[in-house]
Structures are given as C-alpha cells and as structure tokens.
C-alpha cells in the first residue's frame, strides 16, 4: 500500500523523491531500513519531467538532423516535425504521470507518501497531504532531504510579472513560440534556445549579460557554441543585460529592453539565470539551521551543525554540485552511509573518505555542438596552485571524424599537472563528443598517469583518437 497507513515511524524519512531521494531510499533499503519517502510534485524528480530528460529528447532530433545534413550522400526532405518531436518529449516524461516511479519506489520497498514535507525538530517530519490534512512522520536513525533545486527569477523591473518561462515551461510546452527572447547563456539557456529555434522559434535571441556562453566551462568552449549558435540562425548577444520587461497582457507579446537601450518584442521569454537550493519551506530554523541557504555536509553527505547527526542531504540541496549525476553519485554514499551508522558500523560507510565532487565532475552540454568537460580548468588549475600544461588538438585532424563528415568541427584540450603528470581536466567540443568524457573522466578521477594514458589506445578509425593527438601535444 503507497502510504502503509497505521505507520508513521521508520528507520529513515527521504524528502524528496527526485533522483537524489530515490536513491537514497533504494540503498537505506537494500541495508535493510524500513523507509518512507515524501514527495509533494512528481515522484522522479524536475529531472525527470522538466530538465534533463525532457530536454535531451527535444535536443536529440535537431542534432541528428545537423549530422544528416553534414554528411556527404545524405539528403534531408523536409524539416523537423515539431509536432512528432513534442508527441515524442511526451512519452519520454511519461504524460507527466508517475505511476511508474511511484511504484518504483514501492518496490523498494518503501512507504510512498504524496504531499509537501517539513522539518519540525529532531527526525520529525510533518506532511502537508493534497487532502488539506496533516501526517506526522518520525525517524528512527535520520531524515535524508533531497529537494532540489527550482529556479531563480532575476530582480529585473517587470520580469515577475510578465509570467517569464523557466525550464519547466520551456520543455513542457505543446506550443513553439515564433518569437523567443532568451536570458541567460549558461547550459540551460543555450540547450533550450538551440531546441527551440530548432523546432520553429525562428526569431531567437540569447541575451547574456558575460563576455562568453558557458563561463563555467574553457573560453574556447563557449566560443565554438556561440559560433554554431549564429551560424544556425540564432541571433546570440555577449554582454548585453536586461534593465526590464514589460507584457500588458496575458498571453500577449512581451517587451524587453537591453541596457543598451534596444527594444526587443517576443511571444515567450525564457529565463535562464540559475537556480537556488529549494529550502524556504523545509523548517530548517526547526533544528537550528539557516532556512535560506543550501544544507551544508561534511564528506559523508551528513549535515554540519545539527546535534547527534541525525540529517543528511543529498544532491542540489547541498549546494555542492548542481548535477543529475552527481546528486545520484551523492545518494549512493548518502544511503550506504545511513544503513552503515545505523548498523552500527559506521567505519564501513563508503562516504567516510572524500567524495569527488570536487576533483572528477564531469559535465555535458547536449548542444550541438556538444561541449563536455570533467575536473578543472585551466584557470581553476593555475588557482589551486598548480603547475599546468595545456595541450590542445582539433578534433577535425582525427581520422574518425574526416569519416563522419568533411566540415566536422571541433577541439579538445588537457590540463596536465606537470609536477606529477597527471590530467587535471579535459574538455571536448564537437558533434557526439559527449562519449569520450568518461575516459577523461577515469583520468581524472583514477589519477592516472600520462605514460600509463599513452598505452590505452584508442580503436582506428574513432574520434577517441584525439587522446593520442593530446599526449603527443604533452610529449609523449
């Protein structure tokens, strides 16, 4: 039964049923926990419904259209179907019904529990149910939140009220706009403007207040895509801020002004600024910590502050790493973790050493084309201190890639620790590239040395022979 009802204490009580949480459930679970997990939205998560799956699959199209279309011998008749492409979406995010995950998470086992949940002291959770009624649930060993994040909507004069889009309108819509205006030029907003003006928004602009897109990733990064982006039509504009916003009426056009005094008219604006830890409804001020800001962790996923170290969390809501993968990566330590303590073996708890967070993030950009990078960057490199090599290559001298097509474009870079030869990070820009990063990745994360890297060789003929291209530009 989805709520157990009659039982309202458990070993462990997850917040939150997006990746993070479900995970968190499935390993406190598997260590032989009885668990309930609370939900007020979608049981799968924003990633699930309205972020990376969703906007993969609105994305994916467009870039095998571009491949098509660069590919000797291969003629395209007609353009995208947008209407196949959305019908598609719909299917992937199941018709926004989570039926599925729900009883995934029952599976699990584990008490599924809809409704909106809060702290209210020392492992006690109380839900907000659809009904207008209340449920108190209490924790045995901890309470794990996993709530995410949601989106930040700029202080711009006239923003709010002009009913912007964030990711869940953008990749939810059944409608394209012709008219789009973009603000925002890191992942989401380039995924989302490519996507759209892909599928019909003819008239897109992406309004960045930075000199480049993706400011997180290496400045040759953000160049190639800004380059793909006006080449495909999209009018892509760098340092250029929004002073404010003006839609009179609902379902009308929306007008936007730059801080260069331009008038720009749109049907939709989507906003793509950032996001922001979803705590203002948790009770954190319960149990003594800041309602306001991410919960902080130490190295075992458990939050710093609060006495006898009874809560956790895990992914987005920790503010360490605002990544699908990396929020799943932290529920397996999170889970493992909890079920260790609470059998009383906590030296066996996996998340006891140092996650890896910091050193091996890999991260994608499903653009096309794609950008993918892991670890630090150059800069970030030279500002811890280390001493740094940077090797780049093109990616179009790879035999792999002249087979794919003849205007194949694209670069790869290492950032090499020379003291002690290791690779401290690695970005990819090109069509499909996304596929070498978890080698990079294994480098990175493994420290794996470069004349070790130099005897993993690549297959012939495969863009992965850019790892070669690459330890020769380092010397080998």
Partial sequence: MADWPGHDEFDVVVIGAGPAGEIVAGRAARGGLTVAVVEARL???????????????????????????????????????????????????????????????????????????????????????????????????????????????PDIPGLAAARPWTNREATATGVVPRRLVVIGGGPVGCELAQALHGLGAAETTLLVRGPRLLPRAEPFAGELLAGALRA???????????????????????????????????????????????????GLDTVGLPADRPIEVDASLRATGVADGWLYAAGDVNGRNLLTHMAKYQARICGDVIAARAAGRPDDAPGLRDIADERATPQVVFTDPQ??????????????????????????????????????????????????????????????????????????????????????????????????????????
């Avoid at 404010?244 to 008038?263: C, K, S």
């Avoid at 420290?447 to 080998?476: I, K, Q, Y």
């Fill in 232 to 282: 495909a039509g999209l009018d892509v504009r760098l340092r250029r801020g929004v002073t404010r916003v003006e839609r009179p009426l609902a379902g009308g056009p929306v007008t936007v002004w730059t801080d260069d005094g331009e008038r720009l008219e749109a049907d939709e604006i989507l906003v793509a600024t950032g996001r922001r830890p979803a705590v203002a409804w948790l």
């Fill in 43 to 153: 049981a799968g998560g924003e990633c699930s419904y309205y972020a990376c799956i969703p906007s993969k699959t609105l994305l994916y199209p467009l870039a095998v259209a571009n491949q098509a279309a660069r590919t000797p011998g291969v003629e395209l008749r007609g353009g995208l179907d947008a209407a196949a492409v959305l019908a598609r979406r719909d299917e992937t995010v199941s018709g926004y019904d989570d039926t599925g995950q729900v009883g995934w998470i029952e599976g699990v086992p584990a008490a599924f529990v809809r409704g909106r949940g809060r702290l209210a002291g020392p492992r006690v959770v109380e839900v907000d149910l659809p009904d207008g009624g209340r449920r108190v649930l209490r924790a045995r060993h901890a309470v794990a939140v996993a709530t995410g994040t949601e989106p930040v909507i």
């Fill in 371 to 476: 950008v993918c990078w892991v670890g630090r960057t150059e800069a970030e490199a030279r500002a811890d201190g280390f001493a740094v090599q940077a090797v780049a290559a093109s990616l179009a001298d790879v035999a792999g890639a002249t087979v794919q097509s003849p205007s194949y474009t694209g670069q790869a870079q290492l950032v090499i620790d020379t003291a002690r030869r290791v690779v401290l990070g690695a970005t990819f820009v090109g069509p499909d590239v996304a596929d070498l990063l978890h080698s990079a990745t294994i480098a990175v994360a493994a420290e794996v040395g470069l004349d070790l890297l130099w005897h993993a060789v690549a297959p012939f003929p495969t863009v992965s022979e850019v790892w070669l291209r690459l330890l020769e530009a380092a010397g080998l």
